[in-house]
Nanobody, 119 residues
Framework: QVQLVESGGGLVQAGGSLRLSCVASGITFRLYDIGWYRQAPGKQRELVAQITKDGRTNYADFVKGRFTMSRDNPKNTVYLQMNSLNPEDTAVYCC?????????????WGQGTQVTVSS
């Protein structure tokens, strides 16, 4: 079975930092693009950052310069380093793996980890 498990969330004061991790199993991790998404209560889910299978990154405008995404393929893990957090970053953060391998599409979600930023 495919499983993505996030960790690293918690309560932090404004201006602080957190490092989220997402560990995947059941897929050939290096062949998938990975994205971090977040959803706050009453709001739509939004893309935070993504990293391609070859290591290229893209960031939403609201996190550029503050968040950094990376991947460690031998550990089947992606990270989201979050600095200069503000209360608007409060949300459930989920990771997503997406790939097309020999014509077969795979798309998988983790259950999420809660990030709460106090003012």
């Amino acid at each position: 079975q495919v499983q993505l498990v996030e960790s690293g969330g918690g309560l932090v004061q404004a201006g602080g930092s957190l490092r989220l991790s997402c560990v995947a199993s059941g897929i050939t991790f290096r062949l998938y693009d990975i994205g971090w998404y977040r959803q706050a209560p009453g709001k739509q889910r939004e893309l935070v950052a993504q990293i391609t299978k070859d290591g290229r990154t893209n960031y939403a405008d609201f996190v550029k310069g503050r968040f950094t995404m990376s991947r460690d393929n031998p550990k089947n893990t992606v990270y989201l380093q979050m600095n200069s957090l503000n209360p608007e970053d409060t949300a459930v953060y989920c990771c997503n793996a997406d790939g097309i391998i020999l014509g077969t599409r795979g798309n998988y979600w983790g259950q999420g980890t809660q990030v709460t930023v106090s003012s």
